[in-house]
């Protein structure tokens, strides 16, 4: 039953349950403490600039406005300079652009700000909170659109202000303004703030092989300003000693026979015949955004954890489809909002979480892959919870008779050098950052492990598994289960990111091979996460469509004869 706003059990309906908060993480406000500002001069040219301490970190209040070569005014008109600052190409930015103790913030520098924004506006958006209080226009108008923000005009001083963008098109430069201010981030990325929305994003049109076409703001940050990780790498700090303390970081590695398995890093758990096997729940993909606001939370998790004992979540991000809610990277604060709750959960829970990079066609936009996986792995590459999946289920080539844009996923599979080639420039990029676990996609929906039998990706720390999927009424432990042996017998380590007790469509009931593939997993040691976490009207779904605890046929099943073999308590590892 409904109280309050969060489910809760209802004693007379003999059903399990326990809490989902249906609330927005927006739907609690904290008081925004008073800004500190300041002024800084220039010792260039004398110019002096408003500043503004947010958090640990002091900001320029303003956008530079320091004259160099490959830099102009906003729409080329000179005196829009002293108002919105100079745009500069990155040229011009890679290097010493900045004032004297000042430089161009870092992605985690500009994360530490705005998770800091975040957690202080009572999660209203954070592009409202950063823009003036004036100075904002719609599209089109001539009529000024007053931005309403939370607690006062503009609380944490930032001030941003439309100085729009310039970009080159084939030698001719053409500039907009009036509805959207972009920022400079040291790595070629950038930061978008639109008149529109509440939000502020990585802008996929400025990357790294676009970034010298564009010419956009920049803010410096002073020197010395603290990044602060949302709590230590370590495990000690989870609420309770679980998985990841027991195992350590899980690692791909052989048995004795030169099979893949995984391993973990501590030592009573790195060695053949001492092989780790973890079972849990994989969340609905995100841009559902009604289930997301569901289950992508810390309550829901520590339920889960404490309650059906799982060891893993993983959480699909969607990146390119949309189910009328957007997606990562055209509404990013919103589902990197919910992608870090479920995350820091899990760190808190000292569980693993796999960070899914939920496409079918990954490999048709390696920029935004690239963009995603260094947002993440600086964020929580340090971790010992966290794996990265960088590409769930490759399915179809482009433009090909499978076309991934049609509703029909049909033939046209890609091939697995396509998938390795995108892999190969994917993981250099985690790698930058993190050494940890990281599951490679395989063909035909994940089914075909054995395709990378001496195709394998390059990886310099030796930690890839590759992904194995199946669906209990749709495929078997001899023919699709076959592909996953072979593989593992060539010493491929493999892992179980997703699988379901229905059809492969999620529809459908419990299958009877589900107790086969069950005994086939625990033969060679695999872990998995089952399909999913959702309250849809689907077999897949793990609840019934209530939206409380009472769990369907496969969540009941998967619960019963999965979960419940998971271990009740764990020990600390010595490392």
């Known amino acids: ?68 070569l490959k830099s102009t005014c906003p729409l080329e008109n000179s005196s829009y300079c002293d108002k919105y600052g100079r745009i500069y190409q990155y040229a011009s930015v890679d290097g010493a652009l900045c004032p004297s103790g000042w430089h161009i913030p870092t992605l985690s520098e500009w994360q530490t700000m705005l998770d800091y924004v975040d957690m202080n506006n009572g999660y209203e958006g954070v592009g409202k909170s950063l823009k003036s209080s004036k100075g904002w226009y719609e599209a089109g108008t001539t009529v000024e659109k007053r931005i309403a923000v939370a607690a006062g005009d503009a609380p944490f001083g930032f001030s941003a202000l439309p100085a729009g963008s310039c970009w080159e098109y084939s030698g001719t430069w053409s500039c907009y303004s009036d509805d959207e201010s972009r920022f400079w981030i040291s790595n070629g990325q950038a930061y978008k ?17 676009q970034y010298d076409y564009a ?26 000693v679980g998985p990841v303390s027991q ?6 590695g052989t048995n004795s ?23 849990g729940l994989s969340l609905y993909w995100s841009i559902n955004l009604g289930q997301t606001k569901s289950f992508w939370n810390k309550t829901v998790i520590d339920y889960m954890v404490k309650n059906l004992k799982i060891e ?31 995350v820091q959960a899990a760190i808190d829970n000292d569980i693993y979480v796999i960070i899914d990079y939920h496409s079918h066609k990954a490999n048709d936009n390696v920029t935004n892959a690239k963009l995603f996986f260094e947002t993440m792995a600086q964020k929580w590459g340090s971790y010992d919870n966290v794996i990265f999946e960088i590409f769930n289920e490759p399915a179809c ?13 049909g033939g046209g599979f890609l091939p697995w050098s396509s998938i390795k080639t995108y892999a190969n420039q994917i993981i250099p990029v985690i790698r930058q950052y993190s050494d940890n676990l990281i599951i490679v996609g ?19 720390e030796n930690n890839t598994a590759y992904a194995f999927h199946y669906y209990a009424g749709t495929h078997t432990v001899e023919e699709e289960g076959a592909n996953a042996e072979e593989a593992m017998q060539a010493g491929l380590s493999v892992f179980v990111s997703e699988w379901g007790t229905v059809n492969a469509d999620g529809g459908g009931t419990v299958a009877d091979a589900n107790g086969s593939w069950q005994t086939w997993m625990d033969k060679y040691k695999l872990s998995s996460a089952n399909w999913s976490v959702a309250s849809l009207s689907e077999g897949a779904s793990f609840f019934t469509t209530s939206g409380a605890w009472n769990y369907s046929q496969s969540g009941t099943w998967v619960k019963n004869n999965v979960l419940a073999n998971n271990p009740s308590s764990y020990t600390k590892c010595a490392r």
């Open 442 to 460: 395989t063909p035909k929906w994940d089914q075909q492990p054995n395709a990378a039998i001496g195709e394998e990706v390059t990886d310099s």
């Open 397 to 409: 080539l482009k433009n090909g008779s499978g076309d991934c844009s049609t509703s029909s996923y």
């Open 257 to 279: 026979k030169g099979e893949g398995r995984i391993y973990g890093s501590c030592k009573n758990w790195s060695a053949s015949g001492k092989e780790v096997q973890v079972r």
């Open 1 to 68: 039953v409904c109280s309050d706003g969060v489910w809760v059990e209802d004693e007379g309906s003999g059903s399990s349950s326990s809490v989902i908060s249906d609330a927005d993480p927006e739907s609690s406000a904290s008081k925004v403490p008073e800004p500190v500002e300041g002024t800084l001069t220039d010792s260039r040219d004398g110019r002096t600039y408003k500043t503004v301490v947010i958090g640990t970190q002091t900001w320029m209040a303003e956008n530079l406005n320091y004259s160099t």
């Open 312 to 342: 893993l979540i993983r959480a699909p991000m969607g990146v390119d489809e949309n189910f009328g809610d957007g997606n990562y990277f055209s509404n990013t604060m919103t589902y990197q909002q919910y992608l870090d709750q479920v």
């Open 193 to 209: 703030i639109s008149f529109d929305s509440d939000q502020i994003e990585l802008d996929p049109d400025v990357g790294r092989t």
């Open 215 to 240: 010419r956009i703001s920049v803010r410096c940050i002073k020197d010395g300003s603290a990044v602060v990780a949302s709590s230590s790498s370590s495990s000690e700090n989870a609420s309770g």
């Open 247 to 252: 195992y350590g970081q899980l690692q791909a």
